[in-house]
């Protein structure tokens, strides 16, 4: 078994892709109308709004009963930054002001840790709250 793509359910998709467009400094390899946006082979926006509009106006259409029952499920608050992403940015004293400048969501400050070797990261936020960690070489 092999890693086919991570995904991100989003709230709202123009939003996320022009957040992932400018930190990812990439455009969209591809696009599923409004439901699903491919950044690259590992990390993609999932638009659920989509499917609830297709759910509604034409149940069992598009999906079987199996999915519709999954999709309706009441799975509770949503639990964002149960799932961390980590890039790895060749320059990140430049990537830091590079993200504070674009104003594309809260960036932290720089932090270091010394456990058990040296480590520069900060953090920025997307739209829906979710958590990406930057690290990398810093001078």
Same mark, same amino acid.
């Given at each position: 078994?092999?890693?086919?793509?991570?995904?991100?359910?989003?709230?709202?998709?123009?939003?996320?892709?022009?957040?992932?467009?400018?930190?990812?400094?990439?455009?969209?390899?591809?696009?599923?109308?409004?439901?699903?946006?491919?950044?690259? $082979? =590992?990390? /993609?926006?999932?638009? *659920?709004?989509?499917?609830?509009?297709?759910?509604?106006?034409?149940? &069992? +259409?598009?999906?079987?009963?199996?999915?519709?029952?999954?999709?309706?499920?009441?799975?509770?608050?949503?639990?964002?930054?149960?799932?961390?992403? $980590? =890039?790895? /940015?060749?320059?990140? *004293?430049?990537?830091?002001?590079?993200?504070?400048?674009?104003?594309? &969501? +809260?960036?932290?400050?720089?932090?270091?840790?010394?456990?058990?070797?040296?480590?520069?990261?900060?953090?920025?936020?997307?739209?829906?709250?979710?958590?990406?960690?930057?690290?990398?070489?810093?001078?």
């Amino acid at each position: 078994m092999v890693l086919g793509t991570t995904y991100i359910i989003v709230s709202d998709l123009k939003k996320s892709v022009e957040f992932y467009r400018e930190l990812l400094q990439e455009k969209p390899l591809r696009a599923n109308g409004n439901r699903w946006i491919q950044f690259s $082979n =590992f990390i /993609a926006l999932y638009n *659920k709004a989509f499917d609830a509009g297709i759910i509604d106006s034409a149940p &069992g +259409e598009k999906f079987n009963q199996a999915y519709i029952d999954d999709f309706n499920k009441d799975k509770g608050a949503p639990k964002n930054n149960t799932v961390v992403f $980590n =890039f790895v /940015a060749d320059d990140l *004293k430049n990537e830091y002001e590079r993200l504070k400048k674009a104003n594309i &969501g +809260e960036v932290s400050e720089l932090m270091y840790v010394n456990v058990h070797m040296p480590y520069w990261y900060f953090n920025i936020t997307d739209p829906d709250g979710n958590t990406i960690e930057i690290t990398g070489n810093y001078k």
